[in-house]
Each structure stands twice: as C-alpha cells, then as structure tokens.
C-alpha cells in the first residue's frame, strides 16, 4: 500500500510539473503506456489470491483513476495556454479597413465625357445627343458638304442599305427635319455634327450645346479606328465672334488639363460648315523627356499641337435649318475624346480603347466614386 501511495503522489506530482504537452505525454507513457508503472501494477492482478486482490485492488485502480483524470485536467490547461498565447501573437487589429471587394471600374472615355460635361455645364451649356445612324442630308447636305466632297467618298464612311420606302412611312413628314429622315439615304454618322443641325432645328436660339457620343470612318492605325468618340460644341446667339470662340476653347482647357499657363494658336484652315475656320493648337513643354500640355512653347524645348477644329457656322448651315444668317451667327468645334484622354492620361496607342483587355481598363481605369468636379479637379489620376 506505502508503494501505490508513494507512487501516485510521484506521478500526480511529475503530472503537475509538467510545462508542456510534449511533457506531459512523457508522464503519460510512463504511467499508463505499455510498460508503464500503473499500467504493470494492473498486470500483476491475476497473480494475486482473492483476499489480495480485495486488498490491493481498489488502491491499483484508484492509482489509475488519479493519474488519468490528473493528465487531463493538466492537458487542458496547456492546450487552452497555448491557445492563448496563439491568439495573443495573431490579434487582428480591428481597427484597420478592411479589403476593398472587386469592383468594375469605369472607362477613360466615360470619365472623360463627365469631365466635359462638367465644365462646359458651369459654362452654360446643355448636353444634347442624336442618333448613330444619320441621314445623309443631316450627316453632309445640312453641313454644307456638296456631293463630290472627298468626305462623302466610300473610303471614308459607312454607308447602309437604304430601307424599303414602307419601313420608312412610320414617321409623319410634317417638318422639314421629319421629310429628311425619310427621304435620304442612311450613314453612320461620321461626326456628332448632325446633332447641331437636329438641335438648330428642333430649337429657337439662343442656343449652347455640346454634343459628345460615338462616331464612324473607315480608317483604323496608332491614332485612329473605325469608332472613336467626339464631342463637338455650338453656340448660336446674336453678336457671336471669333473672340467668343478663343475665349470659350481657353477656358475649356484650362479646366480640363488644369493649368492656367495653357497659350493657343489658331491657325486660319477650312471646314464646309464653318467661315472663317480655324485649327487650335495648343502649346506644350518638354519636363523630364516628356511632353506636358501647357507652358509657353515659344520657350525652351517646347512646340505647338493641334487639338481642336473650329470656326464660326457658316451662314448656309443656319439658314438649311430655318434661321436668318443676318440676324443669328454662331461659333462650333470638335474634338476627339480619345485623343484628349491620351493627352490628358498619358496612353501612346488609341486602339488599346476598345481591345477589352481588362488588365489595361484596370490599369488606366477609374472608380466610381471618382466623380470629376470643377472644384475637386476634373483630372483625376488614373
């Protein structure tokens, strides 16, 4: 009985010690494994008389009762201490925000299109659209470009099948603009110039508008595609000069590039549907190699491009839509958005634009939440 007793208090104590699960397995095969001592003790029962198995029966097992519930009770304090310690070296600080999900982001060409919107909108212009595929009245008769312009050739436009006269009966004839729709052949628009006339004539001026949106030619390299985007611009009014005209493109790029060290140039050129017209160019600096929009070029590395057409509208487009070219005169220009998107975001190579490649659109793309304001900068990095 001294033996069993002497034994359990060694063994409950080496239990006790024990620092580690590693330890504490180690007490364990060495009291209850295959050739432990308790697990020997247990052994030598079938040997032992029926008076002593009465004797020392109950002390064996209440030997091996101890010591088992001894080595669970101290298991689980070191695996809760470990589970501790664990927790304590991988605390999440909760403080910091969390991953922001996958999320779409939108194209340059759209964040640019509410780019002009917005600062021609503080300039008091509307935003007015039409449709893709233009009559061919609206697209070059209206536009004062004769039949044997080079523009009308099929090189340079998509010209469509012309519907059966029945498809083309749905729409009353009532006005001019209405007895065109019907009667002409069918193109898609090679401008947004069309949406000028539409507006002349569904509207009595004065009048301010820009009309953005897709447009079509039959050309495709580093700098052009069959589509690309344009935003065209018009203002009719009484008492319009070429000096409204410079001062409205000059603020416009101030805003846009957000410089106010932009310097223009216009430079006389010829458009059908404007008199006098007008190329603008705008100045650049060389900074660190690069090209930056702004600065004076006539100083330094720096040069003259070309960024717009324009041009005072002229007096046989107001009077095709309905107005008196002696009592209402108006200034328009164009430009593409891709190319102010290049310019503005630094892309070497407009077919990228419509290539789909979402690891370009990701790169070059913009959140939604980067929504361009006047006094937030319109020019949000991408």
Same mark, same amino acid.
């Given at each position: 009985m001294t033996d069993t007793d002497d034994l359990k208090t060694?063994? /409950?104590? +080496?239990?006790? !010690?024990?620092?580690? =699960? $590693?330890?504490?397995?180690?007490?364990?095969?060495?009291?209850? @494994?295959?050739?432990?001592?308790?697990?020997?003790?247990l052994k030598t029962m079938g040997a032992l008389s029926p008076e002593e198995r009465q004797t020392r029966g109950p002390a064996i097992h209440g030997l091996r009762e101890a010591v088992t519930t001894a080595i669970a009770a101290r298991k689980a304090h070191l695996e809760q201490v470990? /589970?501790? +310690?664990?927790? !304590?070296?991988?605390? =999440? $600080?909760?403080?910091?925000?969390?991953?922001?999900?996958?999320? @779409?982001?939108v194209h340059p060409v759209s964040q640019v299109m509410d780019e002009l919107a917005e600062i021609f909108a503080d300039l008091g212009f509307a935003v007015a659209s039409g449709?893709?595929?233009?009559?061919?009245?609206?697209?070059?008769?209206?536009?004062?470009?004769?039949?044997?312009?080079?523009?009308?050739?099929?090189?340079?436009?998509?010209?469509?099948?012309?519907?059966?006269?029945?498809?083309?009966?749905?729409?009353?004839?009532?006005?001019?603009?209405?007895?065109?729709?019907?009667?002409?052949?069918?193109?898609?628009?090679?401008?947004?110039?069309?949406?000028?006339?539409?507006?002349?004539?569904?509207?009595?001026?004065?009048?301010?508008?820009?009309?953005?949106?897709?447009?079509?030619?039959?050309?495709?390299?580093?700098?052009?595609t069959p589509m690309f985007h344009q935003v065209e611009g018009l203002v009719i009014d009484k008492g319009i000069t070429l000096g409204h005209l410079k001062w409205t493109l000059e603020t416009f790029l101030k805003a846009f590039f957000e410089r106010d060290d932009i310097v223009l140039r216009l430079r006389p050129s010829y458009f059908p549907f404007t008199e006098p017209s007008a190329e603008v160019d705008v100045g650049?600096?060389?900074?660190?190699?690069?090209?930056?929009?702004?600065?004076?070029?006539?100083k330094g590395d720096g040069g003259w491009m070309e960024v717009l057409g324009s041009g005072m509208v002229h007096p046989k487009v107001i009077a095709a839509c309905g107005l008196d070219p002696d009592e209402w005169q108006g200034f328009a220009f164009g430009c593409g958005i891709d190319r102010l998107a290049m310019l503005q975001y630094g892309m070497d190579d407009l077919r990228a634009f419509f290539d789909?490649?979402?690891?370009?659109?990701?790169?070059?793309?913009?959140?939604?939440?980067?929504?361009?304001?006047?006094?937030?900068?319109?020019?949000?990095?991408?």
């Open positions: 060694h063994l /409950l104590v +080496a239990i006790d !010690a024990a620092a580690s =699960l $590693d330890a504490l397995e180690a007490v364990r095969v060495d009291a209850l @494994g295959k050739q432990g001592r308790v697990t020997q003790l470990a /589970l501790d +310690a664990q927790l !304590a070296s991988e605390a =999440l $600080d909760m403080t910091l925000p969390a991953d922001a999900p996958l999320a @779409g982001t449709p893709e595929m233009e009559t061919d009245w609206h697209n070059f008769g209206a536009l004062n470009i004769p039949e044997t312009h080079p523009a009308r050739a099929m090189h340079d436009t998509f010209y469509l099948e012309q519907p059966a006269r029945a498809d083309r009966d749905g729409q009353s004839p009532s006005s001019a603009d209405a007895q065109h729709d019907r009667e002409t052949p069918r193109v898609l628009r090679t401008h947004t110039s069309p949406v000028q006339i539409r507006t002349m004539l569904a509207n009595k001026p004065p009048i301010r508008i820009i009309a953005p949106g897709r447009t079509y030619r039959s050309d495709s390299d580093a700098t052009h650049y600096s060389i900074v660190k190699g690069k090209r930056v929009i702004g600065g004076d070029p006539t789909g490649d979402i690891r370009w659109l990701k790169h070059y793309g913009f959140s939604a939440l980067d929504v361009p304001t006047l006094s937030g900068g319109v020019g949000t990095p991408a």
